[in-house]
C-alpha cells in the first residue's frame, strides 16, 4: 500500500534504538583541561633553548673539538714514531694451515699469509684435537694432542711454474725498531732486590717492575711477601718519571697500594690481552683460582712531572704469550716511545728481558754487566767483592745523554742498554 514501508513476512522492521543527547563538557572541566594543556605547553616553551644558549652550545662543542684535535707538534710526534714504508708485519691466515687455505679458496696455490703445520707425532691422536697450551706445553714429546709449527714450505705449483720468489726465513724475532733514535747496550746486575743500594743506581725516567707476587699457588720461581713489596726501596729510583707494575688478580689492590707508599699517584692501567701460537684468545691455562686467565694487568704510576709523549698508544696489547712471567716485547716499544731518550730500569728481570737502553735487575741474570762507567765505578765501590763482566769495546758513535753527577747531587748514570745499538721506532716483529 502506498506510504507504508515494505516488509519481508516474518521480520520486524528496523528501528534505531533510542538514544539521549550526549551532554557536553561542563565549563568547568572545560577549563581544568585548558589549563592542563596550558601548562604543557609552558613547560616544552620553557625547556627549549635560547638563541643565546644555541649560540654557546655550538661554541662549546667547536672548542671542545679544537681542544681534542692533536696539535702540530704532536701529530710530528705520532709520524716520527710509524714505520717508515708501512707496516712490515705479516698477517696470520684465518684458515691456519696451506691444505684449509686452498681449500677454502677453491685455488692450487695458497694465501701469500702466515700458515701453519700440524705436528703429527706417533704418539698423537689427532681426534683429541688441539692441545690446550700448544708451543707452552711441556710434555711434547708424550703429549697426544696435536701440535703446530710455522709451515715455511712454498707451494707446489709456483714452484713448478718457476715464479716462486726465495722463502723468506719466518721466525719470531726480538723487539726492533727503526727511527732515529740510537740506544746503548743492554746492562744487569745479579742480586737481591729486597736489600740491594738503589741508591747508587741513579734517576730513570721510567721504570718496569713485574714481582713475584705470592699469590698462594705453586709456582716455578720464589716469591715475596706482602711486606717485603711495601719496604722495596723504589723511591730512591726516581723523582720526576713513570713507573709500570705488573699485578696479578690477588695483588691488584696491593700493587694500588705499594704505589701510594712509593709516592705514585696512578693514572693508567694497561691490559695485556694473551693469545697462543694459532693468535687466539688463550681460554686454558696454568693460572687463576676460579677462572682461567685471559689477561694481565699493568698499573701505571706517575711521579712528578715528567715528559711523556701522550695519545701515541692505546691501554691494550694484544701478544702471544711465551715463557713463565715473560711479558710482551711490545711493552719495551710503547715505553720507548712514551718517554724516548731517558734511562730505564726492570726490576725482577730475567735474561730474556735484557734490552737496548734498560738496566735490568734481578736474582736470575747472568752476573753483572754493565757498560757505563759511571755506574759501573759505584758499584763497584758498594760491592768490592762482586765481580763485573768487562765491558764491550767502545762504540763509534756518541753516547745519548750522559748526565754528570755533582756532589749536591745524587751520581746518575749514562742512558745505558741490546748488544747492538738498536734505532728506536714502532715495534717490528717479522713474520
Known amino acids: 500500500m502506498p506510504g507504508m514501508q515494505r516488509m519481508m513476512p516474518g521480520l520486524m522492521p528496523l528501528q534505531r534504538p533510542f538514544m539521549a543527547p550526549s551532554p557536553g563538557p561542563s565549563p568547568t572541566q572545560q577549563n581544568q583541561r585548558t589549563e592542563e594543556e596550558d601548562l604543557k605547553d609552558l ?43 708501512g707496516s712490515q708485519l705479516k698477517e696470520y691466515c684465518t684458515n691456519l694451515t696451506k691444505e684449509d687455505c686452498r681449500r677454502q679458496s677453491g685455488s692450487f696455490v695458497s694465501c701469500a699469509k702466515v700458515h701453519f703445520r700440524r705436528i703429527i707425532a706417533p704418539h698423537t691422536d689427532t681426534n683429541l684435537g688441539d692441545c690446550s697450551f700448544l708451543d707452552t706445553c711441556r710434555h711434547t714429546k708424550t703429549c697426544k694432542y696435536v701440535h703446530y ?21 719466518i721466525k719470531p724475532h726480538r723487539a726492533e725498531y727503526c727511527s732515529e733514535i740510537e740506544l746503548g747496550e743492554s746492562q744487569w746486575i745479579n742480586c737481591d732486590i729486597r736489600n740491594f743500594r738503589m741508591d747508587i743506581l741513579g734517576q730513570f725516567g721510567v721504570i718496569m717492575a713485574d714481582p713475584p ?8 720461581y720464589g716469591t715475596m711477601a706482602d711486606d717485603e713489596m711495601r719496604t722495596l726501596n723504589v723511591p730512591a729510583l726516581q723523582t720526576d718519571g713513570l713507573i709500570f707494575l705488573w699485578v696479578t688478580g690477588r695483588a691488584m689492590e696491593l700493587g694500588r697500594e705499594c704505589l701510594e707508599l712509593w709516592g705514585y699517584k696512578r693514572v693508567e692501567e694497561i691490559i695485556w690481552v694473551k693469545t697462543n701460537q694459532l693468535q687466539r684468545i688463550i ?18 704510576g706517575i711521579k712528578g712531572s715528567p715528559l711523556v709523549n701522550r695519545n701515541i698508544d692505546t691501554d691494550v696489547i694484544v701478544a702471544e704469550v711465551r715463557e713463565t712471567s715473560r711479558k710482551p716485547d ?7 716511545r712514551i718517554s724516548p731518550r731517558t734511562r730505564k730500569l726492570e726490576l725482577f728481570a730475567r735474561m730474556h728481558n735484557t734490552q737496548a737502553g734498560w738496566l735490568s735487575l734481578g736474582n736470575q741474570v747472568s752476573g753483572t754487566r754493565l757498560v757505563d762507567e759511571g755506574l759501573r765505578a759505584r758499584y763497584k765501590a758498594a760491592y ?6 768487562p765491558p764491550s769495546p767502545p762504540r763509534a758513535s756518541a753516547p745519548m745523554d750522559v748526565d754528570q753527577s755533582t756532589p749536591s747531587q745524587k751520581p746518575v748514570a749514562s742512558d745505558v742498554s741490546s748488544f747492538s745499538s738498536l734505532r728506536i721506532s714502532i715495534y717490528v716483529r717479522n713474520g
Open 149 to 169: 709449527e710455522l709451515d715455511q714450505t712454498p707451494d707446489i705449483a709456483p714452484m713448478m711454474a718457476g715464479t716462486l720468489a726465495p722463502p723468506r726465513q
Open 283 to 300: 681460554r686454558t691455562g696454568r693460572t687463576g683460582h676460579w677462572l682461567n686467565h685471559s689477561k694481565e694487568h699493568c698499573l701505571v
Open 384 to 389: 768490592p767483592d762482586f765481580e763485573v763482566q
Open 213 to 220: 707476587w705470592d699469590i698462594h699457588m705453586e709456582l716455578p
Open 330 to 336: 711490545e711493552m719495551y716499544a710503547m715505553l720507548e
Open 43 to 85: 613547560e616544552v616553551l620553557l625547556s627549549k633553548k635560547t638563541y643565546k644558549e644555541k649560540q654557546n652550545t655550538k661554541t662549546g662543542e667547536e672548542l671542545l673539538d679544537l681542544i681534542h684535535r692533536p696539535t702540530a707538534k704532536e701529530t710530528a710526534v705520532a709520524a716520527k714514531f710509524k714505520t717508515k714504508g
